[in-house]
C-alpha cells in the first residue's frame, strides 16, 4: 500500500510538472551556440534555437544580462546585434529594448502569427568578456541561463579559438550556484566542446569555461586604452544622467519663469492701489498668515476650492450644492434608513426656485443637471444621481474654470495651462527617451534617473497655473479663514454664531475644515442651518461627515475598471545568462 501511494505520488508530480511547463504554449526543441574568440577579444556567439508551437505565437524573445560581477568587480559588457535569421538564412523581424540591467531581443513581427517547427539563428557580438589571470586567459560563459521557461533538451556548445590555443576546459549544468559537472566537455588545439548529460529546466544554467595560453595572439586593450576607455563611458555615463534629470530642471525653470504667482510690491493682499506694481512672488517668501473671518470678496465655495488648489474637485462641486441651499434654491434633507444590517443615509434635494438667472452660468448648470435626470419633478436623491451626474461634470468644470479666469483670479485658464505643458513635457520625454537610448551606456540607472525627474518635472506642470497679483490676495485671504475655522478661533470671536454657520458651512466644505466646523457647533449647542432639514445639534457632526461621502460618491464618475570557473565555478556563473521566452 505504502509502494503504491509513494507511485501515484511521483505519476503525479510528473503530470503537474509536465503541465506546469506545457502552459507556456511552446517547447525548444534543440539549442546549440557556436562562439567564436576574435583576436580583437569581442566574442562572436551564434544561438540555433530550435522551437515548435503548437498554437499560434509571433515568436520568442531572448534575454540577455549587460551587467556582471566579476572578480575585478562590477563590469559592463557591450553587446551588438549582428542578424536574426532562420535556418534558411533569411532575416527575421526583431527588436531590442533594455529590461532592467538585460537586453531583450523580442523576435517575431507583431502582425503575423507561426505555428509548428521554426528556427531562429540569433547573431550576437559581446565585448568585455574574456578575463585576465596570471597563467591563463579566461572565458567563462553561460550558454544557457535560467531565466527560460521551458525546458531546453540537452543544450550543446561549441567554442573555436583562432588566435589563442585552449588549454584547459571544464562545464557546469544545474541549479544556479551549483558546482555540478553533469556535462561532458573535449578541447584540442583551438576548438572546445561542451554537451549537457541532461536537459536544462527552468531555474538552471548551462555554464561553460575556456582556458587560453597566455601566449597567444589576442589584441587586449592596452593600459592607457582602458583608462581612455572608462573616462569615455565616465562622460558618456555624466552626460546621460545630466540628461536624464533634465525634466525637472527644465520645467522647474519653465516653472520658475510662467508658473509662480504674481503679487502686488506693496504686499497688500486685501485691495490693490491704483499704481501698485505686480512682480513675481519669491520662490522661498515665507507669508505671514491674514485673519480672515469672514467670506472673501465675491467668492462662491467653487470658486474659493479652485483658487486653493489650481483645481475643481469633486469638493468643490459638493460645496456649492450646499451653497445652492444657502440661497435658497434647493432644501436638503438627511433621510436615514433602518436596515436587517446597518443602516443607509441619503439626501433629498428639493428645488424652491426655478428662477436662475442670479447665478453664475456653471451654478445654473449645476442647478439644472441635479434634478434633470430625477424621476420626480423638482426632487432628487443624492444616491440616484450615482452613474448619472458625472457626465455633466466637464461641463460644470469648464464653466468654472472660465469663471475664475474672467474674474482675473489666474492669468490664463488653468485646465488649458495643464494640458498646455502637459503636452510639452509627453514631447519632451518620448525625444528624451529616444536619445537616451542611443547614448546612455549604462541604460538602466539612466532611465531610472529619467522616470524619477520626469516624475518631478510632471508636478512642475501640476502647479503651472499662474495666480494673479488679486487672485493671490484673496488666495491668502482664504488661508487666513481656513486658519480660522480650523484653530476655532471664531468660537471666541463672533457673536451671531448662528448666521456665522449659515453664511460659512458651504465655504468649509470647499476649504476642508467642514468636520473641525461642524465639531464645533455641536460643542456650542449652535443649530443647523435652516436649508438643512432632518438634522440636529446632536447628529451635526455626522451630517457633515456623511454629505461629504454621499455627495463623493453620488458626483463622482463610476470606477474603470567574481570568481575563475576553474577555480570557485559554478551554474550560472560568468558572462552570458539571461533567458527566453514566447510571445
Not at 586593450?221 to 525634466?247: G, W
Not at 468644470?397 to 494640458?419: A, I, M
Not at 457647533?521 to 446632536?538: C, E, F, R, T, W
Request: proline share 3%.
Amino acid at each position: 500500500m505504502k509502494q503504491f501511494a509513494i507511485l501515484v505520488g511521483i505519476v503525479f508530480f510528473v503530470c503537474f510538472a509536465r503541465n506546469t511547463y506545457a502552459q507556456v504554449g511552446y517547447s525548444v526543441t534543440g539549442f546549440k551556440s557556436e562562439i567564436t574568440i576574435n583576436q580583437d577579444t569581442s566574442v562572436r556567439v551564434q544561438e540555433t534555437i530550435q522551437v515548435n508551437f503548437p498554437g499560434q505565437k509571433h515568436g520568442i524573445y531572448r534575454d540577455i544580462p549587460i551587467d556582471y560581477n566579476t572578480s575585478s568587480g562590477k563590469t559592463s559588457i557591450d553587446l551588438k546585434i549582428n542578424s536574426v535569421k532562420n535556418n534558411l538564412g533569411r532575416e527575421i523581424k526583431y527588436s531590442k529594448s533594455i529590461v532592467g540591467p538585460t537586453v531583450r531581443i523580442k523576435i517575431g513581427d507583431p502582425k503575423t502569427f507561426v505555428t509548428g517547427d521554426n528556427t531562429y539563428v540569433i547573431d550576437y557580438t559581446v565585448r568585455n568578456v574574456l578575463e585576465r589571470f596570471g597563467d591563463y586567459d579566461e572565458l567563462y560563459w553561460n550558454a544557457v541561463g535560467s531565466g527560460w521557461d521551458v525546458i531546453i533538451p540537452a543544450p550543446e556548445v561549441v567554442v573555436v579559438s583562432e588566435f589563442a590555443s585552449i588549454e584547459k576546459t571544464t562545464c557546469y549544468a544545474g541549479k544556479v550556484g551549483k558546482q555540478e559537472a553533469n556535462c561532458t566537455e573535449s578541447h584540442s588545439g583551438q576548438a572546445a566542446s561542451f554537451s549537457s548529460l541532461s536537459d536544462i529546466f527552468p531555474g538552471d544554467d548551462f555554464t561553460v569555461v575556456v582556458g587560453l595560453n597566455k601566449s597567444n595572439q589576442l589584441a587586449f586593450p592596452t593600459q592607457e586604452q582602458i583608462e581612455a576607455e572608462r573616462f569615455r563611458k565616465n562622460i558618456q555615463n555624466f552626460v546621460s544622467v545630466v540628461l536624464a534629470s533634465s525634466p525637472l530642471g527644465v520645467f522647474g525653470f519653465f516653472w520658475y519663469k510662467f508658473g509662480r504667482d504674481q503679487r502686488y510690491v506693496s504686499k497688500n493682499i486685501y485691495y490693490a492701489q491704483s499704481n501698485d506694481r505686480v512682480m513675481a512672488k519669491p520662490v522661498f517668501a515665507r507669508e505671514h498668515l491674514p485673519l480672515s473671518y469672514m467670506r472673501v470678496g465675491d467668492l462662491t465655495p467653487a470658486e474659493a476650492g479652485t483658487l486653493i488648489d489650481e483645481r475643481v474637485d469633486i469638493q468643490d462641486i459638493s460645496a456649492e450644492i450646499m451653497e445652492l441651499a444657502r440661497l435658497g434654491f434647493i432644501s436638503i434633507t438627511r433621510e436615514e434608513k433602518k436596515h436587517f444590517i446597518g443602516k443607509s443615509k441619503d439626501f433629498l434635494l428639493v428645488k424652491l426656485k426655478k428662477d436662475s438667472v442670479k447665478l453664475a452660468l456653471y451654478q445654473s448648470t449645476l442647478f439644472e443637471k441635479l434634478f434633470i435626470d430625477s424621476e420626480e419633478e423638482g426632487q432628487a436623491r443624492m444616491s440616484k444621481l450615482k452613474n448619472k451626474f458625472y457626465k455633466y461634470l466637464p461641463e460644470i468644470r469648464k464653466q468654472l474654470y472660465e469663471e475664475v479666469t474672467n474674474k482675473q483670479l489666474f492669468v490664463n485658464n488653468p485646465e488649458k495651462v495643464r494640458t498646455k505643458w502637459g503636452v510639452c513635457l509627453g514631447v519632451y520625454l518620448v525625444v528624451l527617451g529616444g536619445i537616451l537610448f542611443l547614448v546612455s551606456s549604462n541604460i538602466f540607472v539612466s532611465f531610472a534617473v529619467f522616470i524619477a525627474s520626469s516624475v518631478l518635472g510632471g508636478l512642475f506642470v501640476v502647479v503651472m497655473p499662474r495666480r494673479t497679483a488679486k487672485g493671490y490676495g484673496l488666495y491668502r485671504q482664504l488661508k487666513g479663514l481656513e486658519d480660522y475655522l480650523k484653530r476655532g478661533k471664531w468660537r471666541h470671536e463672533i457673536a451671531e454664531k448662528h448666521l456665522f454657520l449659515e453664511e460659512m458651512l458651504p465655504m468649509a466644505i470647499s476649504l476642508g475644515v467642514v468636520n473641525e466646523l461642524a465639531r464645533d457647533m455641536k460643542d456650542l449647542n449652535v443649530a443647523p442651518p435652516s436649508y438643512l432639514h432632518g438634522v440636529s445639534v446632536a447628529n451635526f457632526p455626522t451630517f457633515a461627515s456623511d454629505f461629504k461621502t454621499v455627495g463623493a460618491s453620488a458626483i463622482a464618475s463610476p470606477s474603470r475598471s567574481g570568481s575563475s570557473g576553474f577555480s570557485g565555478g559554478s551554474a550560472g556563473g560568468g558572462f552570458g545568462g539571461g533567458g527566453g521566452g514566447s510571445w
